[in-house]
Nanobody, 115 residues
Framework: QVHLVESGGGLVQAGGSLSISCVASGSTFAINDMAWYRQAPGKQRELVAQISRESSTFYADFVKGRFTASRDNAKNTVTLQMNSLRPEDTAVYYC?????????WGKGTLVTVSS
């Protein structure tokens, strides 16, 4: 089992930056890929970025060049550095972990970008 806790969300002005983190606990040795998803009000949850144990990354087109995902396996932490934030980035951001093919989710952290 894996438990994920996100932190670092908040209110930021458009053009600003914010960093959110996710700490994993439990059977972390078996976690493969980790990812950040987001869900805006009235919209479906969507993939933002994915990072492997070896820190290979994938980014959704709408965040490429603005967001950077990083991972520290020793600290069981993944971080999403978000720059040049836009109002449309406003959403609850969820951490996701792939554990033996099963998905585990955190409860999310709210990021609000004001115009």
């Amino acid at each position: 089992q894996v438990h994920l806790v996100e932190s670092g969300g908040g209110l930021v002005q458009a053009g600003g930056s914010l960093s959110i983190s996710c700490v994993a606990s439990g059977s972390t040795f078996a976690i493969n890929d980790m990812a950040w998803y987001r869900q805006a009000p009235g919209k479906q949850r969507e993939l933002v970025a994915q990072i492997s144990r070896e820190s290979s990354t994938f980014y959704a087109d709408f965040v490429k060049g603005r967001f950077t995902a990083s991972r520290d396996n020793a600290k069981n932490t993944v971080t999403l550095q978000m720059n040049s934030l836009r109002p449309e980035d406003t959403a609850v951001y969820y951490c996701n972990a792939d554990y033996y093919g099963r998905d585990f989710w955190g409860k999310g952290t709210l990021v609000t970008v004001s115009s």
